[in-house]
Each structure stands twice: as C-alpha cells, then as structure tokens.
C-alpha cells in the first residue's frame, strides 16, 4: 500500500501546478438530518486546491421516505455551485445494505447505482490519481468490487469517516449504516486515511477520532460572506422557499448561536494538503506551506498514525474491527487529534469561510484563499 507523506503530515499537492481531483461523498440532504454536512459542504468550496470532480448522495438506508431525486442534497450542492460560480455533477448512491462484501450487485436498482457509476466515470476520466472522502462504505464497496484495478490504480487516497478509534462492536451512525461495506473497505488494500468519529468513550477517548465542537455557530461564520449565512439559514430554518432566491437576497440572515458538532473540515484541509498555522493574533488558518504567512507558526493539532486493522468475518454484521496501532505492518493511517484541537478547529474554520470565493453579477470572483 502507498501513502503520500510521513504519518504527521498531508497528502501533498502541488497546488501551483494542479489541483487534487477529489470525490465528495455524504449524507447531505434537505431538510437536514444533521446541518454539519451543510458546513462540511461549504468547507469542501472555500478549499481552492480541490477540483471536485463528483458529489455523491447518499441513498439513505435507513431513511426511505427521504427523496434525493426530488430536491434533496441537490438543493443545497445546487445553492454552493450558485455562490460561488462552479459546477459539480451529482448522482444517488446506494439505498440498500451489502449482505455478501464482495457483492457487485449485478441487479441493483439502476436509480440507486448512479453514485458507483459516476466515481467509475471520474476514476477512467482523470488524468490523475483521485482522492475520495466517503462516510458510508457501501457504494465504494461495491465500486471496488466491480472494478479493483481501476480503484487501485486511480484512487489516491481515501478519507475515510465512520466507526470508534478504538475497534470492537462499533454502534456509530455510519457503520450501522452498512457494517458489511464499513469493513469490506478495510480489505481493500487502498492507501485508507480512517477518521473514527468517536473514540474510546463515544467522544474523544484516547483521541482516536475527528469530533470537534464549535460553541458557537454564529460566531464561526462571522467571516463569511453575506451569501454564506444565507445558505446555513436556509437548513437551519428548513426553508421551502426557492433555495436560489434565497440567496439573492442581499442581507446577512440570522444565524442561531448554538453549539455544532463537527468532524469533516480538518480531513479536508488534510486532503488538500493544508497544515494548521498560528497567526500573531492568535487565530489559526489551515494553508500550504507556499502560502502561509510569512509571520505565520505551523502548528500540529492532529497527526494521522499507522495502525493495523482488520476484520473479524465472524462478526462482520457488527462492524468488527481489531486495531492495533504502531504495528509494523500497518495498512492505514488514523486521525489522532492533539491537546487544543477543537479550539483551533473552531478557529480554522472560521478562516476557512472568511475565504470562500463566490461569484459577483458578472461572474468575477471575490475571495483570497490561503
């Protein structure tokens, strides 16, 4: 297995030369079952070194009454492509469970497998390696299934966020999902950087996990634009009106001061190849190191460690995992997070949006990332 970078740092890139051909998996939907993936969204567009090749929706599994081909996450990905002026093709993933984990699902819903068929366009399309960020396992599964030559020859990396840091029965919202394909992904032998969402303990435990929490929505958008807190209002409040308009409005739109549990954003600063720097007034910004601050510290707030990491085939409905870290025969990299890490991730972010570019009348942009 071939990873880029040492344990503590990112997958590089080039960022003056080329961007990072990436594919976004989530769970977004409208209305919300949890507005972090909106937040997630809205990072994912302020990271200029991405050059987000598909966005795709999960099929909701455990939610059937929830349309993705009749709105859905296409309102939200549809409100982040208008501000900001680009475009990204979109398709629903996958609404079933794997029972067998080398299932191809040769007679799968074709509604349903328009998220395998869309990476498999990207994956022979690119010209260079793709990285992915999936959350639920099941429609790579079956992609690499399907296809495990192209998988290994044309996907980078993959971030991978679901599960406990700490292995064993795991009761996370993701693996749940589909434990079949949560631990089919760790037989790929793929370059995978795993993101537990929780540790020992269901939150940080021995750090093992990307949770962070924000104390304060508002006060994280405070550098955004006007357009910015429009889209988050608009999840917020489950608005119904045209999500487009919405945006148009032209004022700042209130947003509650409520807490907001958060894991993607530094996984995306990571898959950008973006380290943590510390500014003379204190804040933090994620930046590559050929546009940070001259004045700037590089900072460490997490690190991605070797581990080794298998699976009990006996117990693999369970989502069983066995992780032994510091193995010298590791096969991923892990997120650890560092003392200070949620703080600073508030921090980051709140920079993040403060450079996210959007699109003016006359299509110019607006914006300065780091």
């Not at 208008?82 to 067998?100: H, M, R, W």
């Not at 990476?119 to 299934?145: C, H, Q, Y």
Request: with cysteine.
């Amino acid at each position: 297995m071939q990873f880029d970078g040492e344990a503590t740092g990112a997958v590089k890139s080039d960022v003056n030369i080329r961007k990072v051909p990436f594919i976004y998996c989530s769970d977004i939907f409208h209305p919300a079952m949890d507005p972090d993936d909106h937040f997630d969204l809205a990072a994912l567009f302020a990271i200029g070194e991405f050059d987000v090749k598909a966005l795709v929706m999960d099929g909701h599994i455990d939610r059937k009454g929830q349309d993705q081909f009749n709105g859905g996450g296409r309102i939200p990905l549809s409100q982040m492509c208008a501000i900001t002026g680009q475009t990204v093709p979109s398709a629903v993933g996958l609404n079933i469970k794997l029972e067998d984990p080398l299932d191809t699902l040769p007679n799968g819903d074709p509604r349903f497998l328009g998220g395998v068929e869309l990476m498999k366009r990207v994956l022979e399309t690119s010209e260079a390696p793709v990285v992915i960020k999936i959350s639920t396992g099941t429609d790579l599964a079956v992609l690499f299934n399907r296809a495990p030559e192209l998988c290994r020859k044309k996907i980078r990396a993959v971030y991978f966020n679901a599960g406990h840091g700490c292995g064993g029965v795991t009761d996370e919202y993701n693996v749940l999902l589909d434990p079949v394909a949560y631990t089919r992904i760790f037989e790929t032998g793929l370059p995978i950087y795993w993101n537990p969402c929780f540790g020992e303990g269901r939150v940080a435990g021995d750090g093992h996990c990307n949770f962070f929490v924000i104390p304060n929505q508002r006060t994280v958008l405070e550098k955004a634009p006007i357009e910015l807190s429009r889209f988050i209002s608009y999840v917020l409040r489950q608005e119904k009106s045209d999500p487009i308009a919405w945006l148009a409005n032209g004022e700042a739109a209130e947003v509650p001061p409520k807490k907001r549990w958060m894991w993607t954003p530094p996984v995306l600063a990571h898959a950008a190849g973006r380290s943590v720097y510390r500014l003379p007034s204190g804040e933090y910004v994620w930046s590559c190191s050929a546009r940070a601050p001259a004045d700037a510290q590089e900072c460490s707030f997490y690190v991605y460690e070797p581990a080794r990491v298998t699976v009990d085939p006996q117990r693999r409905k369970q989502g069983v995992l066995k992780v032994e870290y510091g193995s010298p025969d590791s096969n991923v990299k892990v997120f650890r997070q560092l003392p200070g890490y949620s703080q600073a991730m508030g921090s980051c972010l709140r920079n993040l949006y403060g450079d996210l570019k959007t699109k003016d009348a006359k299509g110019n942009l607006s914006g300065t990332a780091h």
